[in-house]
């Protein structure tokens, strides 16, 4: 399955765009705009990265740059003359859409923290989620100037939430930018660099002249998971990105992720994603759909 790259169009005079799409939805697809994508009409499967679920009416979602994502619909969104008749609101910017320096305000930290975290997708739920729909869905009926300082609402909103649940894996996006001090940050960059080998612990408490109790500590204040859960995340994001290609076999795709044999890698991605491999690999080729 190729990712292909997408762009909405932005007039000149606007500084994001705020879409309301009645479109069948774009297929596996990426661009370099943040994305907020709020579904009006409609049921299916969501994409984003290597993360598959069912979704639903309300479904709520955002979007890192560059984040590969797609929404199926179901058949039963397609009239009987093959006219789609979902509908989804979508809002987009650039980093830079509101100056370079906008998102380096000290008064902004919240929100860039947010956008860091969530880079590898968000859905977003609870009173959260209630309060920005109801946001969104007001912007249909204004003009620019009230959609741009309504958008600055709902950042103030996402900046100080917890109510968000994070989809793919971080192996999904390469380059991986991250902001944590740089002792983590040496860490986070040679698990990347090595993940597919038998990383020691103790290469790693050399990298952040941490101990052992304060790195492994550190590390799940940071992550929200633990060192041995962040890197299992990492070799099956790897691995779902070889399983779109069709070149390779389930074994080949285990050895080349990091898995010592074929078993483990099965029984491991079957935890995490709640599928096989080969399951997996049927979802991204559309020969099957994830029961409700």
């Not at 984040?67 to 003359?81: I, K, T, V």
């Not at 650039?94 to 008064?107: A, T």
């Not at 992720?257 to 029984?267: D, K, P, Q, V």
Request: net charge neutral; aromatic share 14%.
């Amino acid at each position: 399955m190729k990712v292909q790259e997408v762009r909405l169009f932005k007039s000149p005079d606007q500084s994001f765009i705020f879409y309301h799409e009645k479109n069948e939805f774009t297929r596996w697809h990426y661009h370099p705009e943040y994305e907020l994508v709020l579904i009006t009409n409609g049921n299916g499967i969501r994409l984003i990265g290597d993360h598959i679920e069912r979704f639903t009416e309300n479904d709520l979602v955002f979007l890192g740059s560059y984040l590969p994502h797609e929404w199926r619909c179901d058949e039963q969104y397609y009239n009987p003359s093959g006219k789609f008749i979902g509908e989804c609101l979508v809002i987009q910017f650039l980093h830079n859409s509101f100056g370079k320096e906008f998102f380096e305000l000290p008064e902004n930290s919240g929100i860039s923290n947010f956008f860091s975290m969530a880079s590898l997708g968000a859905k977003i739920h609870g009173e959260t989620k209630n309060r920005i729909i109801l946001l969104i869905r007001r912007m249909l009926s204004m003009d620019e100037v009230e959609r741009l300082y309504t958008l600055f609402s709902i950042f103030n909103i996402l900046a100080s939430t917890d109510e968000y649940v994070l989809l793919s894996s971080p192996a999904f996006l390469e380059p991986f930018s991250t902001s944590e001090n740089d002792s983590l940050k040496k860490v986070i960059q040679y698990i990347h660099q090595n993940f597919q080998k038998d990383i020691k612990v103790d290469e790693l408490l050399d990298l952040s002249s941490m101990s052992n109790t304060t790195f492994f500590t550190t590390f799940k204040k940071m992550y929200r998971m633990t060192f041995k859960k962040y890197l299992l995340r990492i070799r099956i994001g790897f691995a779902c990105r070889l399983l779109a290609d069709e070149s390779l076999n389930i074994s080949q795709i285990a050895y080349e992720s990091g898995f010592e044999n074929l078993s483990n890698f099965n029984r491991h991605f079957k935890t995490y994603k709640g599928q096989t491999p080969r399951e997996y690999k049927k979802h991204l080729q559309g020969e099957f759909r994830i029961e409700s």
